[in-house]
Each structure stands twice: as C-alpha cells, then as structure tokens.
C-alpha cells in the first residue's frame, strides 16, 4: 500500500504561481509513474502531468511550457509548480502514482482557485 498526501493548494490571482507537493509513505520503493491529476466543478478528472521513475515527463497541452512536474531521487514525492496560472485551472488537483505491479493509489486532493 502506498499513501499520498496533497499539499500547496490556495487562492491566487491570473498570472500568479503555486507549488504544490505530494508527500508519499508506505510502500515507496514500488512507485514507477507518478502524476498530477485535477477535477474542476462540472468536469470529468484529466491528466495535467505525469512522470516516470527515470524522468521522463508529459503534460497536457494546456500546461505546457507554464507547469513542470519533479519528483526527488527517493521516488518520495513529487511536485508540481504552477505558472502563469490562468482562471481555467480553478480545480482541485489530486497526485497519483503507479506501482510496478500496476495498482494505482490517489491523494485526498488540495483545491487550487486561480481568481481574475
């Protein structure tokens, strides 16, 4: 079993920034992909960012180029920093991680409210 616990989330203005963090306990050393996920008001969940155990990243094309995802070394957390935030990525973001064996674990999620 893996946990997740979502941190970093708030109200901010257009144009602002906010990281957000997922702290990971449990049984760490199984996570292969880890990835922010986020559901507005309304909306189905979609992928923002996802992350494999050796690095390599993808977005959806509506964060590229403002979001970048990170995880450190120990696989433990992962992180999401957030540009440029425009209205439309008002939504509560939730982290996600995989393990090898192919069983996936969410976070609680932490709200993200980018005002105009």
């Known amino acids: 079993q893996v946990q997740l616990v979502e941190s970093g989330g708030g109200l901010v203005q257009v144009g602002e920034s906010l990281r957000l963090s997922c702290v990971t306990s449990?049984?760490?050393?199984?996570?292969?992909?880890m990835g922010w996920y986020r559901q507005a008001p309304g909306k189905q969940r979609e992928l923002v960012a996802t992350?494999?155990?050796?690095?390599?990243?993808n977005y959806t094309d509506s964060v590229k180029g403002r979001f970048t995802i990170s995880r450190d070394g120990a696989k433990k957390s992962v992180y999401l920093q957030m540009n440029s935030l425009k209205s439309e990525d008002t939504a509560m973001y939730y982290c996600?991680?995989?393990?090898?064996?192919?069983?996936?674990?969410w976070g609680q999620g932490t709200q993200v409210t980018v005002s105009s």
């Open positions: 996600r991680c995989f393990d090898t064996q192919g069983r996936d674990y």
């Open positions: 449990g049984y760490t050393f199984s996570i292969n992909v």
């Open positions: 992350i494999l155990s050796g690095g390599r990243t």
